[in-house]
């Protein structure tokens, strides 16, 4: 069995903040719903494919947003 990296929901959190990265702009460049995304940042369960892709792309954000 392969081990799944789940990064801690906080540190998820403050890295969208310190990027000044929105739940709306999230679920708009990611195209997932936003009640998929406010589930997750509430620390609902969701997928792990729907987890991997909100932290691929806070992570593939480079600078924070003006």
Do not use: H
């Amino acid at each position: 069995m392969i081990p799944i990296n789940i990064p801690d929901l906080d540190e998820v959190i403050a890295e969208a903040n310190r990027k000044g990265l929105s739940m709306y702009r999230i679920t708009k460049e990611t195209g997932l719903s936003s009640e998929t995304v406010s589930r997750y940042f509430s620390g609902q369960k969701v997928t792990t494919r729907t987890m991997e892709r909100i932290v691929e792309y806070i992570n593939g954000k480079d600078e924070p947003e003006n």
